[in-house]
Each structure stands twice: as C-alpha cells, then as structure tokens.
C-alpha cells in the first residue's frame, strides 16, 4: 500500500466513535529476574522489580482504538473490587469513555497475572469466572447499549468466553446496532458462531474455523458456506503466520503476514479488529483494511508484551516495507 493512501484512509480516524462491547481484563505484568530456584519446590524464584497493569480483553481492543486516534466507549463488566477500580481508572487515563459499565458484586474482575523474567513469560495466574451473565446484569448491559447506540459509528463485539457475549446479549445488541444502521464487527469464540448473524465482519481465527465448520470442504469453499450461513458481509479468517484469508461478496484474497520479527503474538487479534474497523469505516476496500490489519499487528507482535498499536508505529511499518 502506498503511504499517500494510507494517509488518506488513517486521516478520518480520529473523527470516528466506536462502541466495544465484551469482556473486560485486567493484564497484571510483574517483571523481574530470576536468579535461583526455590528451596520449597523446584520452580525459580522470580525477584519482583516492576508491577503494571493494563487493560485487557475487550479493553485492549478500546485501546486500540484510542491509540490509533478514535474515540471509544466500552460496555462490558468489572466486579466491585480493587481490580475494577484500577481497569476503569486505567481505561479513564486513556480517553475510553467507560461511564455505562456493568458492575457486579457477584462476581470479581477478570485479571489475568503474568510473571515476566528476563523478557520471557515463566507463569501467568488467570482469576475469572467464565458463566453467562444473569438476567439482571444482561439487562443492564443491553440497557448500556441502546442509551449509547445513536452516539456512535460501530459497533466491535470483543468475546473471550468469559460470559458476557451470550445467546441473550449477542442477539440483542447485534439488533439494537442494526435498528440504528450501525456496522458490527466481530471477534468471536468458536462456542458462540453461530450466534453471530447479520454483521458486517466475523473474524474467526483458523483453528476455531476449522474445528467448527471445515469437516472435509476446502478452506475457501468452506469459508462461503459460512458466510453465508451467517449473512456476514466479510468474513476475515487470521491464519497466524500464514496471513488472512479474506471473503468478500463472492471475492477470496490470501493477504499475507507483514510481521518482520516476532517477540510476542499477545494481543494481535485485538490490533488486528481496531484497525480493520476504523479503516473500514474509513472508506478503505476490505483487502486494504486487512492490510492495514496485518502490518498493525506485525508491528505489535515486535514488543514484548500486550502493545497497543498507534499512528506513529503503523506509519513507520507501512514505510519500512515501501522503502524494501
């Protein structure tokens, strides 16, 4: 892609408000060396030099968002916990507007804990709980949406089978952005496809697909099938190092991967759907989005660690591999 088209398509960023809705993570970093191993058992002993913390999840792709220039709300849920205030603080910090969250008393904030030495991951600790939201909370979270829907461009659905995308909220939120004629893009778990009707893009990852709907077709004819099964206007399969294959109408692109060295994959799939949407929305072509997509999560896949993608990074990308 050419940098001056690129530059066309990011300008509108920031006139662009989308709405995230999903489940919310707290990513707890704590970074340190190691430099023995525990007389109690045989695992090392990690000497803590560095605590931070991130938002995750649905929260990241918002973030995103934010740091690629647009404005951002989220809807998703926090526990009445230390946790829920540090992830709405750090979400606040960043210009994500979080004023309709759900907050249940029943249930902590996700928190997903990793302990990094050395830039390696040695262990992480995952506190969650991962059943449907009750009655009462889906009911305020679909109250949250249709209270905000006519404020914003899109819609992104961010499911990482922690519950709060279920059959009764897919459903309902999905027809609430498309009695507002607003796109809904989104980044499923195989648990919930087929719930997934009538959006503008589903992007599936291809061990998910194909566990769910290959059987013994071929990815590309498979892949049609599917997205007409779901009256999906794009379908967008991430293949890792292998690129995306892309359908679109009755067109199928391979686009390949743009990453030029891979520290670490976390968080990809978060960059990959922010940007696709805001350059989507942006008037790009589906194959240009996904280029976008692709150079902004092989940009992110250099750091160590879950990095939001931005202008500046993406930018530098697109002019390294123009300059090849």
Not at 228 to 231: C, F, I, P
């Given at each position: 892609m050419e940098l001056n088209r690129f530059r066309e398509i990011t300008a509108g960023f920031t006139h662009k408000n989308v709405l995230v809705v999903g489940d919310l993570m707290l990513d707890t970093y704590l970074w340190g060396d190691i430099s023995r191993i525990s007389p109690e058992a045989p695992v090392p002993i990690v000497e803590v030099k560095k605590i931070e913390h991130n938002p995750g999840g649905a929260a990241n792709v918002a973030l995103n968002l934010a740091s690629l220039g647009s404005k951002v709300s989220v809807i998703g849920l926090i526990?009445?916990?230390a946790e829920g205030a540090i992830l709405r603080d750090l979400m606040d910090q960043r210009n994500i507007v979080c004023t309709n969250l759900v907050e249940s008393k029943n249930r902590p904030t996700t928190v997903k804990s990793r302990i990094i030495a050395h830039n390696q991951q040695v262990v992480r600790a995952d506190r969650e709980v991962n059943k449907d939201l009750s009655e009462f909370s889906n009911n305020n979270l679909i109250k949250s949406v249709k209270s905000i829907i006519e404020d914003v461009d899109a819609v992104i659905l961010g499911d990482y089978n922690k519950g709060v995308l279920n059959l009764v909220s897919i459903k309902a939120v999905i027809q609430t952005a498309n009695n507002a004629g607003k796109?809904?893009?989104v980044d499923p778990k195989e648990i919930n496809f087929n719930v997934y009707k009538n959006v503008r893009l589903f992007k599936p990852n291809l061990s998910e697909f194909k566990n769910s709907y290959m059987e013994s077709e071929s990815l590309e004819v498979a892949g049609f099938q599917f997205k007409?099964?779901?009256?999906t206007e794009i379908l967008m399969i991430t293949r890792g190092a292998d690129g995306v294959s892309l359908f679109d109408g009755s067109d199928y692109h391979h686009i390949p991967t743009k990453a030029?060295?891979?520290h670490d994959v976390s968080g990809a799939g978060d960059t990959v759907i922010a940007t696709f949407t805001l350059s989507d929305l942006c008037g790009a072509s589906p194959e240009?989005?996904?280029t976008l997509s692709n150079y902004a999560a092989g940009r992110v896949c250099e750091e160590v660690g879950v990095v939001p993608i931005s202008l500046e990074m993406l930018d530098e990308?697109?002019?390294h591999h123009n300059s090849i």
């Open positions: 526990g009445i916990d796109p809904v893009y007409q099964q779901l009256n030029r060295l891979v240009e989005s996904v990308m697109l002019s």
